[in-house]
């Protein structure tokens, strides 16, 4: 049972490439959440998904696309990386309902030089 | 705007002390309310939460919290601590009906053996 699994865990991007964060869960979990989190700013949400097919804007969506293909899997993409996205990248999911607690994924650790 | 406040952001102790962290949310609707922890290098875990019912919750290793709805607060506590609650602490918080969870910015917490 491998929960939420998020690939890759490590990657250094130049100014300006581009690469898509993968999630992944096996719980059939309806919502999925990216968040960032960077030192002494707790975690921010980027996107959101209540289910396959949809996504919406979080709390710092800007620079970040998602997509929902398939209910398991939940990507963000990066089309032009900066500094700024310099950060720890977290996937989380849940069932549906506000009582059910995240489950997250081990983390992102990006860095764009 | 509506926002998760967490203060103290740096909380250094000794074993056996208590420790108490503080969380206050703004939202003005029924709320349900979390505190997660994330040890050294891993991913968030859950460690209590708060529905509605008896408002202190105990969670696990010892930690409970108790929601004051007057003031707004989700504290958590726990009596003695030990080394191995070196970790950092999240509050969260939703509202009743929507599954986006609004974090503070968390409390970096160190115990000293």
């Known amino acids: 049972n491998a929960g939420v699994t998020q690939t890759p865990k490590f990657r250094v991007l130049k100014t300006g490439q581009s690469m898509t964060l993968l999630c992944a869960q096996d719980m059939n979990h309806e919502y999925m959440y990216w968040y960032r989190q960077d030192p002494g700013m707790g975690l921010r949400l980027i996107h959101y998904s209540v289910g396959e097919g949809t996504t919406a804007k979080g709390e710092v969506p800007d620079g970040y696309n998602v997509s929902r293909l398939k209910k398991q899997n939940f990507l963000l993409g990066l089309e032009s990386a900066a500094p700024s996205q310099t950060s720890v990248y977290f996937c989380a999911s849940t069932p549906g309902q506000g009582t059910s607690p995240l489950h997250f994924g081990n983390g992102t650790r990006l860095t764009v030089t | 705007a509506q926002s998760v406040s967490q203060h103290n952001h740096h909380v250094i102790l000794s074993e056996a002390a208590s420790l108490e962290l503080g969380c206050n949310y703004s939202?003005?609707?029924?709320?349900?309310l979390f505190w997660y922890v994330q040890y050294p290098g891993q991913h968030l875990q859950l460690l209590l939460k708060?529905?509605?019912?008896?408002?202190l919750v105990k969670g696990i290793k010892g930690f409970e919290a108790e929601f004051i709805k007057s003031k707004f607060s989700f504290n958590l506590r726990k009596p003695s601590v030990q080394w191995s609650d070196t970790a950092e602490y999240f509050c969260?918080?939703?509202?009743?009906?929507?599954?986006?969870?609004?974090f503070g910015k968390g409390n970096q917490v160190v115990v000293i053996p």
């Open positions: 939202y003005g609707g029924t709320v349900n």
């Open positions: 969260a918080v939703t509202l009743r009906g929507n599954n986006r969870l609004a």
């Open positions: 708060y529905f509605s019912g008896d408002p």
